[in-house]
Structure formats: structure tokens, C-alpha cells
């Protein structure tokens, strides 16, 4: 069973900084492309930053020169540095596993539970 644990959230005050980790674990072998997604009170889940195996990455025009995605394949841990945080970064945020490669059978898509970050003004 692959699990993804978050841990890294919590309250920060505007304009202050958040690390956001994620490990999976499972007799893990290898993983596609890892993302950060959030969801705010009463809107959807969106995509906030994603990372290829290979280090290919994707923001989300809100997060551009605030947030850094990475990744260590070794561990099959992500990460999401947060600098700069306004009120609106709040949200709940979930990590997101695709094409997750195990001993035993290959899983599409995994998600974490979501850790809650909130931005106080």
C-alpha cells in the first residue's frame, strides 16, 4: 500500500515562509511526476506545483516566484518551499503521487492527506 505523508503545515503570518514535505513510502520503485495542489474554503482543488521524475517543473501563475517545487528521487520525498505568503495562499494542501511504480503493481495516481496552511493578515 503506497501512503503519502504531509507534514509542514500550520499558521504563518503575511509576507512569511512555509516548508511543506511529502514522503511516500511502499515498496516504492519509482515515481512519475509529484504536484502540490490546495483548496480553499468553498472553491476547488487546484494545481499549485508539479515535478518530474526527471525535474521538469510547473506553477501555477499565482505561486510564480514564490513557491519552489523539488524533489529527491531517492527517498521519493517532494517538497514545497512557500516565501512571501499572502491570505489568499490559504488553503488545505494535498501532494500528489502519478504513475507510482511499486514491487507489486503500478498505482495511477495517489494522494496525501491535506495539511491546512493558513496566512494570517
Known amino acids: 500500500q503506497v501512503q503519502l505523508v504531509v507534514t509542514g503545515g500550520g499558521l504563518v503570518q503575511t509576507g512569511g515562509s512555509r516548508r511543506l514535505s511529502c514522503a511516500a513510502s511502499?515498496?516504492?520503485?519509482?515515481?512519475?511526476?509529484m504536484a502540490w495542489y490546495r483548496q480553499a474554503p468553498g472553491k476547488q482543488r487546484d494545481l499549485v506545483a508539479s515535478?518530474?521524475?526527471?525535474?521538469?517543473?510547473v506553477y501555477a501563475d499565482s505561486v510564480k516566484g514564490r513557491f519552489t517545487i523539488s524533489r529527491t528521487n531517492a527517498n521519493n520525498t517532494v517538497y514545497l518551499q512557500m516565501n512571501s505568503l499572502k491570505p489568499e495562499d490559504t488553503a488545505v494542501y494535498y501532494c500528489?503521487?502519478?504513475?507510482?511504480?511499486?514491487?507489486?503493481?503500478?498505482?495511477?495516481?495517489?494522494w496525501g492527506r491535506g495539511t491546512l496552511v493558513t496566512v494570517s493578515s
Open positions: 500528489n503521487a502519478e504513475s507510482v511504480v511499486t514491487t507489486i503493481h503500478r498505482h495511477l495516481q495517489v
Open positions: 515535478i518530474t521524475r526527471g525535474g521538469s517543473t
Open positions: 511502499g515498496r516504492i520503485l519509482s515515481i512519475d511526476t
